[in-house]
Structure formats: structure tokens, C-alpha cells
């Protein structure tokens, strides 16, 4: 991980963390003033109360001032810098948001809505650049059944969810399907696997079609108890199963626990956090400026 607790406390003063946050991009280093775009200085200011430091335009005619947050991942908030920095890094350290709150003294509700901001953050990221798979030759795809999802006030509905899974790099990709039919499953694996790949799934038979298309595709026969089969291909010898997406599947899962939470918003939110962790991205980037 690129930060811990202990990267946060070794700054002690204020302004020692305002400036170290400058460096590491969580702030902006420099500002200009919205009124005459004079480049502003960095000045101490009492009446902020939780940062101590404002924006200050030079210009004696203007002297305005802005918060140093302007702009950024911490702005509209009313923690402090240094404990919104903790529960960001409680975030990317996968803590629970109860226990987090418990930890660092605040509303569990707080951690939560920071949570889902980190969350947005990530969507966003996703939908900026999102993920491509050019760098393997082996995936693994597979679905997962959710039951309960709400989508209105005591209406809940049944919702299936493709993914897959680039074995080379560890990129994962997640979407909402309507269905486990083949009309479903096999278009996004088309638009998103390269030719001539191998691909890897159970024997579900929405998943036949992909003999139509230029793939090598394998199966292994869990109703049969084969979760795991060596493939001779020419001289190469395949491990064909697809045990690394049913975990990511129960990652899922066990971040929907929560029936009452189980939302289509939520969701999404959840299925994009877990396609960014696995994108080989760096976790903070989305809060940097």
C-alpha cells in the first residue's frame, strides 16, 4: 500500500500536512484566485478552524481567499484533512467502515459516506478509462446470482452478473446481464476478449456459442465434481478451470451481505470498486488532484 496511518501522523502540524498533501498531489500546490487569476499564496488564517491555512490573493485591490481544499477529493467536508486521509487509507486497506469508525472516533454513518464517495471515485475512473484487456491470452468468465436487489421502496428483484477475468494481469471485469442465456452472456465476452484467445468457463450451455466465434474455448464440468482439468493445446499444457473468478464472485457477495443496503446503485458501486482494485491502478489516484 502507497500510505499508511503512520505517513499521516508523521506529520504532525498542520502545516506540515497541508504541504506534505501538496506534494503527494491530495491538494492543490498552487491556485489561482477566481477573480483576477493571480497566482495565490499559500497563508496561515485563523478562522478556518480545521485546516489553518487558506488561498490568499496577493493583490491588494482583491485579496481573496479560497480553501485549500478547492478542487479536491476533501472539499465540502467537515472533517479534518488528517481523518479524512485515515478513512481513505481504511478504505484501500479493505477495513470494515464499523470498525474504522470505532478506530478513528467517528460516525459510523461519516466512514460510510466517505466510503461511497471512494466508490463514486472509482466509477468515475472506470468510465474515463476504462478497463481493456490486451495484455493475456487466458480468461476466465463466469456469473453470479443475486437475489433481493432492491430497486424501489419493499420491491426487490433477481439479478445476474457477468464477469471476467484476465489471468495474465489479474483484470477483472464486471456488468449486469438480464438473463444466463447465451443472447446475454457471449456479446460483451466477444466485445471484450481478443481473438484467438482461450477462454475458460463452466458447462453452462449459454456459453456454446463461443464456439462461433475465433476462441479456444475449454470447460470444466462441475455437475460432474471437475473443478480443475490439465489441457494438452500442441506443446502447451492448460490448467482450465475458472477458481479465481468464483472467488472475486464471492468477494461480491460478501460486500452485499447486507439485504437492506443491496441496492442496483450499490451495486454497481461494488462491482466497480472491485474491477479498479484489480486493475492494477494505483487506489489513491481517483482522490489525487
Not at 467537515?78 to 478513528?104: C, D, H, M, W, Y
Not at 487466458?138 to 432492491?150: A, I, M, S, T
Not at 476462441?215 to 478451470?241: D, K, W
Not at 461480491?252 to 461494488?270: C, E, Q
Request: net charge positive; aromatic share 10%; glycine share 6%.
Amino acid at each position: 500500500m502507497e500510505y499508511t496511518e503512520e505517513d499521516v501522523d508523521a506529520h504532525r502540524s498542520n502545516e506540515r500536512l497541508v504541504r506534505w498533501m501538496m506534494a503527494e498531489r491530495f491538494l492543490h500546490s498552487t491556485m489561482r484566485c477566481e477573480r483576477c487569476l493571480t497566482p495565490m499564496h499559500l497563508e496561515r488564517f485563523k478562522k478556518a478552524k480545521k485546516d489553518h491555512f487558506t488561498w490568499r490573493c496577493p493583490r491588494d485591490r482583491c485579496r481573496a481567499r479560497i480553501s485549500i481544499r478547492d478542487g479536491s477529493f476533501f472539499a465540502n467536508s467537515n472533517l479534518t484533512l488528517r481523518k479524512q486521509l485515515k478513512i481513505i487509507i481504511n478504505f484501500v486497506a479493505e477495513s470494515p467502515a464499523r470498525g474504522t469508525a470505532l478506530r478513528l472516533r467517528v460516525s459510523r454513518q461519516v466512514v460510510g459516506r466517505v466510503y461511497k464517495k471512494i466508490r463514486r471515485a472509482y466509477s468515475a475512473d472506470l468510465v474515463t478509462n476504462p478497463i481493456e484487456f490486451t495484455h493475456g491470452y487466458e480468461y476466465e468468465v463466469d456469473e453470479l446470482y443475486l437475489r433481493h436487489l432492491r430497486v424501489g421502496h419493499g420491491l426487490s428483484i433477481k439479478q445476474w452478473v457477468a464477469g471476467i477475468l484476465e489471468r495474465q494481469t489479474g483484470k477483472l471485469k464486471y456488468y449486469r446481464v438480464p438473463d444466463r442465456s447465451g443472447q446475454s452472456l457471449v456479446p460483451p465476452i466477444v466485445d471484450s476478449i481478443p481473438r484467438g484467445s482461450f477462454v475458460y468457463s463452466d458447462d453452462w450451455k449459454g456459453y456454446n456459442s463461443l464456439r462461433n466465434h475465433p476462441y479456444y474455448h475449454f470447460t470444466v464440468n462441475h455437475s460432474a465434481g471437475e473443478y480443475v482439468r490439465a489441457q494438452q493445446v500442441g506443446p502447451v499444457v492448460l490448467s482450465v478451470h475458472i477458481n479465481t473468478i468464483e472467488g472475486t464472485n464471492r468477494w461480491v457477495r460478501s460486500k452485499l451481505r447486507n439485504r437492506a443496503k443491496r441496492t442496483r446503485r450499490r451495486l454497481d458501486l461494488i462491482l466497480d470498486e472491485i474491477a479498479f482494485r484489480h486493475s492494477g491502478r494505483s487506489l489513491f489516484s481517483p482522490i489525487k488532484v
